[in-house]
């Protein structure tokens, strides 16, 4: 008897962990809140499919912090976001271990605290795109659980988070990766798609910790995928910028037979020097970035030189782009900072590249609200 009622509860928990579960929210002053447990910690919060985050008010996190439901390891840093007017307000960033809903549970979910105490608690798209599908029909919310969806269903959100990654539409293709990822879909190459759709939709602190969970870069090894410049731009977001010089210098050992990519590299880590004031350490980087320009298209520095300037001779073909006006002129600015240059030749020497049309030495010029043009720097 009591084999049979064993089997009996079992078959009837089976049945229950791929129902659809359906949760009567709380109607207060017009907005609908529902029910959850944080970490422990019983909660309510407002179901905002409109915001991108899980918020919580400061004396909420205080509170978790203070009675154990919140630990050290929880508190992640520092974000930034773009609230209703336009401007930008920075946040700590917290990690909620486990949100329980109604016997469903949502692991590893990323919140805001924000800076004033009273905030409204809010459950963003942070945690509503772990629940898979919901509809909402006035005060009644419906979970579709995932866990009887077909190969069909996968292939379909494979292909619709693929679609709008190659589409540049990053904020669906994070959502969609997200939910193959909830659903332990995503393979490791999957999750390195994910954490650059994150990135892409200038979310680092999620695209971090995307790709703290990989176990290791194997994969990425084998097949050649280039996931330290990834993690190398994760960091730069984050101003963590000495990790990201040593992420940027592992792929540059990568990929040294690609001269394009490793004189971007090169331009990635005297960036990071450059806003560490390593002035020095920054000039070496755009040194080698300016040294490959020049061996990508068989040039001299003398040449180089020249044609920074619109000097090159008639039957010359300038090799000028982006990518090397913007290294000259940081590489110019840092030997000034450095003392390498004297002040007054890091002028001369910007006015004419500013003349040549090189948009960094000009802004340079605009910024200090001097003219390029004026006899002193001919």
Known sequence: MRTLLSIIITFMFSLSAFADIAIEMENYNGVYRIPCTVNGAKMKFIFDTGASNVCISLSMAEYLYDNGFLKDEDILGNGYSTVADGSIVDHVVINLRDIEIQGLHLHDVQAVVMGTQNAPLLMGQSAIQKLGTVQ????????????????????????????????????????????????????????????????????????????????????????????????????????????????????????????????????????????????????????????????????????????????LKKNQQSFRNDNFDYALYRLLFCNERSGAWSTDGFLMEAAAMARAGNKYAGKMFNSAGMDPYAECWR
């Open 136 to 311: 909402l029909q006035g005060s009644l919310l419906t979970i579709h659980n995932e866990g009887d969806k077909d190969d069909k269903f996968i292939d379909d959100l494979f292909a619709e988070a693929r679609e709008a990654y190659n589409n540049k539409l990053y904020d669906r293709a994070a959502t969609k990766y997200g939910r193959l990822y909830s659903m332990e879909q995503l393979s490791d190459y999957g999750v390195y798609r994910y954490a650059w759709a994150l990135l892409m939709n200038e979310q680092p602190l999620e695209a971090k910790q995307i790709i703290d969970n990989l176990k290791s870069f194997e994969y990425f090894e084998k097949e050649k995928i280039d996931i330290y410049r990834l993690i190398g731009f994760i960091n730069q977001d984050l101003n963590k910028y000495e990790t990201a010089a040593k992420y940027f210098e592992l792929s540059s050992k990568k990929i040294q037979t690609e001269y394009e990519e490793w004189l971007q590299n090169f331009i990635y880590m005297g960036d990071c020097h450059y806003n560490l004031n390593n002035w020095t350490e920054a000039a070496n980087n755009y040194t080698m970035a300016v040294m490959l320009h020049g061996e990508i298209h068989k040039i001299d520095m003398k040449y180089m030189q020249a044609d920074s300037k619109n000097r």
